[in-house]
């Protein structure tokens, strides 16, 4: 099932999700941020704007944020829970945050990637996102080089 018929609603990140959306994150990477960093993304931090995936229970099976600089997008965060992957969450998700950024002056969006995860690389490159190179060493846990994408 696909998002739009799979009762999946696409909404803004409140202070108030960020508990479920730090357990999401932890379930999904090995360094996770705090629930307080979370909280901050959605109340406090101006240039961050942050969606949810929310299911027909009202449990949230997906966030994605930005934060917007000037004029480029960072997109610092994307995660879908295991059994919620494949219907479309995170490419919407991800349309939905450019679409906004855009409106409000953002001309290029950038990203990092582990090398080894190739679903989200494809997610990416679905947008336009290319390689602009490489941080070596990048991610703690596993020493992993970052992939440096950027879509203009
Ligand atoms: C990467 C991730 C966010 C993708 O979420 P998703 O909601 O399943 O992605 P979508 O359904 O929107 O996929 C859109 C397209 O991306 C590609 N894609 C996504 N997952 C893929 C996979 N596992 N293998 C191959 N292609 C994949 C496909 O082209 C897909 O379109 P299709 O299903 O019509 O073929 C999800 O796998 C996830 O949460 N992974 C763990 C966290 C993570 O790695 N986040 C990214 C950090 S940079």
């Known amino acids: 099932m696909k998002v739009n018929d799979s009762g999946v609603v696409i909404r803004k990140m409140t202070r108030e999700?960020?508990?479920?959306?730090?357990?999401?994150?932890k379930a999904c990477f090995a360094n996770p941020w705090s629930v307080g960093?979370?909280?901050?993304?959605?109340?406090?931090?101006?240039?961050?704007d942050y969606l949810v995936?929310?299911?027909?229970?009202?449990?949230?099976?997906?966030?994605?944020?930005?934060?917007?600089?000037?004029?480029?997008?960072?997109i610092t965060n994307v995660a879908?829970?295991?059994?919620?992957?494949r219907k479309g969450i995170a490419e919407k998700m991800i349309a939905?945050?450019?679409a906004r950024s855009s409106?409000?002056?953002v001309a290029r969006f950038t990203l990092e990637v582990r090398?080894?995860?190739?679903?989200?690389?494809?997610?990416?490159?679905?947008?336009?996102?290319?390689?602009?190179?490489?941080?070596?060493r990048f991610y703690e846990d596993n020493g992993e080089d970052a992939i440096i994408m950027w879509k203009e």
């Open 17 to 25: 999700d960020a508990q479920a959306v730090a357990e999401l994150d």
């Open 37 to 48: 960093s979370f909280e901050y993304e959605a109340a406090e931090n101006p240039l961050a």
């Open 53 to 74: 995936a929310q299911g027909g229970d009202g449990s949230i099976v997906g966030y994605a944020g930005i934060w917007n600089i000037i004029d480029e997008g960072h």
């Open 80 to 85: 879908v829970r295991t059994d919620f992957r």
């Open 96 to 98: 939905e945050l450019i």
């Open 103 to 105: 409106a409000s002056g």
């Open 115 to 136: 090398v080894s995860n190739e679903p989200a690389q494809k997610v990416y490159r679905k947008f336009g996102f290319t390689e602009a190179g490489y941080r070596r």
